[in-house]
């Protein structure tokens, strides 16, 4: 015994640790939840373990059955917890396992994500918000609610896009 720590580290945390985004939410069949960028490291993964390239096959066939039969029982808790808690399962999956994955890239300390939709230049969008409310408070014109509603979605994003550009 080297008394050497155990590492649990794939190559999927790996690419996301070297800046590579995860990519599409997948649903591997046998394998299970996943996304791009984790499976493309399993195929890294599984070119290297030594059970998938074991040559003896009768041996390498029971090691994997073995450890896919451990796996679904360590699994048990989880679906019945699926089963009893969650509406919409689908995005349930995908949303624990998406930031599940994003803490193991980042050892349980991830950077901070920028809101969606957030602005490269600060205050853009609340300058543009506030020109609207402004021109909405100019005297002798009709009602803000009013006005809105004759207005095409298209002058409504127009206006955002411009204020958002550099």
């Known amino acids: ?3 050497l720590p155990k590492h649990n580290e794939d190559f999927g945390q790996t690419l996301g640790r070297w800046g590579i985004g995860s990519g599409a939410y997948l649903v591997l069949p046998f394998f299970g939840s996943s996304s791009l960028r984790d499976g493309i490291g399993l195929v890294a993964d599984l070119s290297v373990d030594p059970v998938v390239n074991m040559g003896h096959v009768p041996t390498r066939n029971a090691s994997i059955a073995l450890r ?5 029982a360590g699994l048990l808790d989880e ?3 699926l089963e009893e808690a969650a509406l919409d399962k689908y995005r349930f999956v995908r949303n624990a396992y998406l930031q599940r994955r994003r803490s193991l890239v980042y050892d349980g300390n991830p950077p901070e994500e920028r809101q969606r939709g957030a602005s490269a230049q600060p205050g853009a969008l609340a300058r543009a ?3 609207d409310r402004a021109d909405a408070e100019r005297p002798g014109d ?6 809105d509603a004759s207005a ?9 896009a411009e204020a958002d550009r550099p």
């Open 1 to 3: 015994d080297f008394k």
């Open 68 to 72: 896919t039969a451990s796996m679904r």
């Open 79 to 81: 679906s019945r917890l």
């Open 129 to 131: 918000r506030a020109g």
């Open 142 to 147: 009709a009602p803000a609610g009013a006005r």
């Open 152 to 160: 095409g979605a298209g002058d409504a994003r127009g206006a955002v």
